[in-house]
């Protein structure tokens, strides 16, 4: 499944990238005006590309009929309770099917971690072995299992016991 999330669901978008969904988000669409993709060209984007749109806007969803999930609460977590519900999937995390956070492309796994050393803190670096980065030259961001995914991890395990 590929998404397209509304500019009001950064968070989830993060969220969906980290699970290793292929997720546009609205934002990133809009030019150098910052002026917001009108919904008619973010439905005829996410029909071209074959994406399901994720939104809190009710005229949006609308639009996009049956290839849209329109949420409602504010939390993240209820989201993807939601997503879980519609799609009838599971939220497995592995690192090296996860994409980057911040501008959706795929991961590289890290063969010789000196070459990111800069990139994290030190003690990041001394106690993690296995590092991703990110495969767009413009991003590089760095990503490793840490406390934060067990957290996201735990958190996930509540919403499917209710």
């Known amino acids: 499944m590929k998404f397209l999330t509304d500019c009001m669901l950064g968070r989830l978008t993060r969220?969906?990238?980290?699970?290793?969904?292929?997720?546009?988000?609205?934002?990133?669409?809009?030019?150098?005006?910052?002026?917001?993709?009108?919904?008619?060209?973010?439905?005829?984007?996410?029909?071209t590309e074959k994406r399901i749109i994720i939104t809190k806007d009710k005229l949006l969803s609308k639009k996009a009929s049956a290839s849209s999930l329109f949420l409602e609460g504010e939390?993240?977590?209820?989201?993807?309770?939601?997503?879980?519900?519609?799609?009838?999937?599971?939220?497995q995390f592995e690192l090296k099917n996860a994409r980057c956070s911040v501008c959706n492309s795929t991961l590289n796994q890290v063969?010789?971690?000196?070459?990111i050393r800069k990139l994290v803190n030190e003690g990041t670096y001394?106690?993690?072995?296995?590092?991703?980065?990110?495969?767009?030259?413009?991003?590089?961001?760095?990503?490793?299992?840490g406390t934060h995914i067990e957290d996201i991890l735990s958190k996930i395990k509540q919403i499917e016991i209710e």
Do not use: H
Request: aromatic fraction near 18%; include cysteine.
């Open 75 to 91: 939390d993240v977590y209820d989201y993807l309770r939601q997503m879980k519900v519609r799609f009838k999937s599971e939220f």
């Open 111 to 115: 063969n010789n971690k000196e070459e």
């Open 15 to 47: 969220f969906l990238r980290i699970f290793g969904y292929d997720t546009i988000f609205a934002k990133d669409l809009e030019k150098e005006d910052k002026v917001a993709v009108p919904d008619d060209d973010l439905v005829e984007f996410a029909q």
């Open 126 to 145: 001394e106690n993690i072995e296995e590092f991703y980065q990110c495969s767009n030259t413009n991003c590089k961001k760095v990503y490793w299992y």
